[in-house]
């Protein structure tokens, strides 16, 4: 699967949208997003420093370059557009909240699948993961092949090395709880979903959520952390269409 960021520039427009993916994520998750967004619109559709490539590159990579990358991103569209629309997923609404708060002059509104405010691992996670790095999914596995699809990283069947992405997850951490003490400050327009059979964040993110007024939040019944059913997935691209 080609991992590659996707940018679209659309001379003498007003608005664009920025895609924002999620740790060991690719911009192929937004492929069912993009038919939907109108053909008048900027789109920069990006891949977090370290992603896209082997274990050792993300190992190399860190949340301080992820940050910036965003920022530096950010800051260009800024002065380029005068309506940016954020859309992420997972650690990339980590990022949207940030920037949306720093940008609420320029920033629209903001569109966060599964925002990971509290995490806790299922079983299912930990699984999906094992499969997806030693073994042959079978096309009938929905969650594992949705996890598959994914992940930008290409994995290695050394168990060890994956000891050198300890210091990423360590930062996500930081930055969540950063994140949580932050949220109360969003003023911009925003739409977050959460997936009940979510494998990695817990219901209880949605408390934190709800601090803020102007996030709608949005219940995935029948969806997990990668995986959406179809039922669920045009519940997300209505709410988007509606608000374009």
């Given at each position: 699967m080609n991992h590659s960021p996707y940018i679209k520039e659309v001379a003498d427009i007003k608005t664009a949208v920025l895609m924002i993916h999620g740790i060991l994520g690719t911009p192929r998750h937004f492929d069912f997003i993009l038919p939907h967004i109108p053909?008048?619109?900027?789109?920069?559709?990006?891949?977090?420093?370290?992603?896209?490539?082997?274990?050792?590159?993300?190992?190399?990579?860190?949340?301080?370059?992820?940050?910036?990358?965003v920022s530096?991103?950010?800051?260009?569209?800024s002065i380029k557009y005068e309506n940016i629309i954020i859309v992420a997923h997972s650690m990339g609404t980590l990022f949207a909240i940030d920037e949306a708060i720093k940008h609420s002059d320029k920033v629209r509104f903001i569109f966060l699948l599964n925002t990971p405010l509290k995490i806790r691992l299922r079983f299912q996670m930990v699984k999906n993961a094992l499969k997806v790095t030693f073994t042959n999914i079978d096309e009938s596995d929905i969650q594992a092949v949705a996890?598959?699809?994914?992940?930008?990283?290409?994995?290695?069947?050394?168990?060890?090395?994956?000891?050198?992405?300890?210091?990423?997850?360590m930062e996500l951490f930081r930055k969540i709880s950063y994140t949580r003490k932050k949220i109360s400050l969003l003023s911009t327009q925003s739409f977050a979903f959460h997936s009940i059979n979510d494998e990695m964040v817990s219901i209880k993110a949605c408390d934190y959520l709800q601090k803020?007024?102007?996030?709608?939040?949005?219940?995935?019944?029948d969806s997990s952390?990668?995986?959406?059913?179809?039922?669920?997935?045009?519940d997300i691209i209505e709410v988007l269409k509606n608000n374009f």
């Open positions: 053909a008048d619109y900027s789109i920069y559709n990006i891949l977090l420093s370290g992603h896209g490539k082997g274990v050792m590159d993300f190992a190399h990579s860190s949340m301080e370059k992820w940050t910036q990358q530096d991103l950010m800051n260009k569209l996890t598959k699809n994914a992940c930008s990283i290409k994995t290695s069947k050394n168990i060890f090395i994956y000891l050198l992405w300890i210091p990423r997850y803020s007024k102007n996030i709608k939040l949005y219940i995935l019944n952390h990668y995986y959406y059913s179809k039922n669920n997935l045009d």
